[in-house]
């Protein structure tokens, strides 16, 4: 694992609700250069992980968001107003997970924003079409029999949000640790691994032709969100999709690198159909595949690929079908997953490249698992507004004494 400039925050005060809070957080880099991507990792409650990122972001937080939602108002016109996005958070908040809600407001409050901006900017892709690719492998398909999976997010690369990358890794102290790569204050998830090796892609298929949307149900990128805390199996994390009252069309994959199989989901709500690998009932029928389900933006290249390469796939043969599926304009963000390893390649656009044409650089979620922000040159920040805390006051007042006289790193417990 690689670190550089790695920074330690430690918060001590009150959430937002009145309640004691210690938020701990550091920040790291993978990468190099061009291919550097921002690491969060942060611990705690739904509220404490939201406001350690918030504060270790807080000025590309503010920068991202606003331009992001500038820009998508801009091309959404009517659709994107802010009463129309307010509008959209009244009609899917009351499905959505209080987890959920408590990050948001922790973000807010770290990165010292309004709520109502980071709230508006969520419900851009709820109320806008967009659209994927997603491919999953396993068994004899592999090289190894490992569950490797794609996920390419063919949004937009015109609002900017490639000039932040970032992966989130959560440690919370109720669930299962797990790894978002996202962008800046972005709580939802398009992606995601967790510790148990379930793994998340999804592809948009709500044409512009169905707009406005009818959104009375919880999005994707928050029962996303619950699948990574809660699900322990494939079985456990489908259970949560066929729960939530979903809306508009979309496919989802659902890897398990413990159990070395996925499904894919074509949920058209309220339909919600299941497939299995080489499924005669497939919507891609006859062109099914052993040990692999698909659907993606070039349906025909990604079937030539699956038989061509079927018994050898590792991770470089899954980014190069990554690479060929994306789109040549909108390419924002493509992940390459091997669940079972717990092991992610990233690649984000970079101006006006597409991801697809740059590194995908590794990230290896069992090197944060354990916290343990120690590395030579560490930075450390307090942000320790007046309130109760979990920590001893006098160890509070302590702390720049403790920095002057020369300790490196301070974690707090």
Same mark, same amino acid.
């Given at each position: 694992?690689?670190?550089?400039?790695?920074?330690?925050?430690?918060?001590?005060?009150?959430?937002?609700?009145?309640?004691?809070?210690?938020?701990?957080?550091?920040?790291?880099?993978?990468?190099?250069?061009?291919?550097?991507?921002?690491?969060?990792?942060? &611990?705690?409650?739904?509220?404490?992980?939201?406001?350690?990122?918030?504060?270790?972001?807080?000025?590309?937080?503010?920068?991202?968001?606003?331009?992001?939602?500038?820009?998508?108002?801009?091309?959404?016109?009517?659709?994107?107003?802010?009463?129309?996005?307010?509008?959209?958070?009244?009609?899917?908040?009351?499905?959505?997970?209080?987890?959920?809600?408590?990050?948001?407001?922790?973000?807010?409050?770290?990165?010292?924003?309004?709520?109502?901006?980071?709230?508006?900017?969520?419900?851009?892709?709820?109320?806008?079409?967009?659209?994927?690719?997603?491919?999953?492998?396993?068994?004899?398909?592999?090289? !190894?029999?490992?569950?490797?999976?794609?996920?390419?997010?063919?949004?937009?690369?015109?609002?900017?949000?490639?000039?932040?990358?970032?992966?989130?890794?959560?440690?919370?102290?109720?669930?299962?640790?797990?790894?978002?790569?996202?962008?800046?204050?972005?709580?939802?998830?398009?992606?995601?691994?967790?510790?148990?090796?379930?793994?998340?892609?999804?592809?948009?298929?709500?044409?512009?032709?169905?707009?406005?949307?009818?959104?009375?149900?919880?999005?994707?990128?928050?029962?996303?969100?619950?699948?990574?805390?809660?699900?322990?199996?494939?079985?456990?994390?489908?259970?949560?999709?066929?729960?939530?009252?979903?809306?508009? &069309?979309?496919?989802?994959?659902?890897?398990?690198?413990?159990?070395?199989?996925?499904?894919?989901?074509?949920?058209?709500?309220?339909?919600?159909?299941?497939?299995?690998?080489?499924?005669?009932?497939?919507?891609?029928?006859? !062109?099914?595949?052993?040990?692999?389900?698909?659907?993606?933006?070039?349906?025909?290249?990604?079937?030539?690929?699956?038989?061509? !390469?079927?018994?050898?796939?590792?991770?470089?043969?899954?980014?190069?079908?990554?690479?060929?599926?994306?789109?040549?304009?909108?390419?924002?963000?493509?992940?390459?997953?091997?669940?079972?390893?717990? &092991?992610?390649?990233?690649?984000?656009?970079?101006?006006?490249?597409?991801?697809?044409?740059?590194?995908?650089?590794?990230?290896?979620?069992?090197?944060?698992?354990?916290?343990?922000?120690?590395?030579?040159?560490?930075?450390?920040?307090?942000?320790?507004?007046?309130?109760?805390?979990?920590?001893?006051?006098?160890?509070?007042?302590?702390?720049?004494?403790?920095?002057?006289?020369?300790?490196?790193?301070?974690?707090?417990?």
């Amino acid at each position: 694992m690689k670190r550089k400039g790695l920074v330690l925050i430690a918060f001590a005060g009150l959430t937002a609700a009145g309640m004691p809070a210690f938020c701990e957080g550091y920040r790291t880099e993978v990468g190099s250069g061009a291919d550097a991507i921002t690491i969060i990792v942060v &611990k705690g409650t739904p509220y404490e992980m939201g406001h350690a990122w918030g504060s270790l972001m807080k000025d590309e937080t503010a920068a991202c968001l606003r331009a992001y939602l500038a820009k998508g108002q801009e091309e959404g016109g009517p659709i994107t107003t802010d009463e129309r996005l307010d509008a959209a958070w009244a009609s899917v908040s009351p499905y959505t997970d209080q987890r959920f809600k408590d990050e948001l407001r922790g973000v807010a409050d770290g990165a010292e924003i309004p709520l109502e901006l980071l709230i508006r900017a969520h419900m851009l892709p709820v109320v806008t079409p967009y659209a994927c690719s997603g491919v999953c492998v396993w068994g004899e398909a592999t090289a !190894n029999g490992n569950l490797y999976q794609i996920r390419n997010l063919d949004f937009t690369i015109d609002a900017g949000l490639q000039d932040y990358p970032v992966v989130v890794i959560y440690l919370p102290d109720e669930g299962i640790p797990h790894a978002s790569p996202t962008f800046p204050g972005c709580v939802g998830a398009n992606a995601g691994l967790n510790a148990e090796g379930i793994a998340l892609s999804e592809k948009g298929a709500s044409p512009a032709d169905d707009l406005p949307y009818d959104i009375d149900g919880e999005h994707f990128t928050t029962f996303f969100r619950d699948i990574l805390y809660e699900a322990h199996s494939l079985d456990e994390a489908v259970a949560i999709v066929q729960n939530a009252k979903r809306f508009k &069309k979309y496919r989802y994959w659902i890897g398990d690198g413990k159990g070395k199989k996925a499904v894919k989901m074509r949920a058209y709500a309220p339909e919600l159909l299941i497939w299995a690998d080489n499924d005669p009932t497939d919507e891609v029928a006859p !062109n099914v595949v052993p040990n692999a389900v698909y659907y993606t933006m070039n349906n025909e290249l990604a079937f030539a690929h699956l038989t061509q !390469n079927w018994g050898t796939y590792d991770e470089e043969r899954m980014i190069d079908l990554s690479r060929g599926l994306a789109t040549d304009d909108g390419n924002l963000l493509n992940v390459v997953y091997d669940a079972s390893a717990l &092991k992610m390649w990233v690649s984000y656009a970079q101006g006006s490249i597409v991801a697809s044409k740059r590194t995908y650089v590794p990230i290896d979620l069992n090197d944060y698992l354990t916290y343990d922000p120690t590395a030579p040159g560490v930075t450390a920040v307090t942000d320790a507004p007046s309130g109760g805390s979990r920590i001893v006051p006098g160890l509070i007042l302590a702390f720049p004494v403790l920095l002057l006289i020369g300790v490196g790193v301070w974690r707090f417990k």
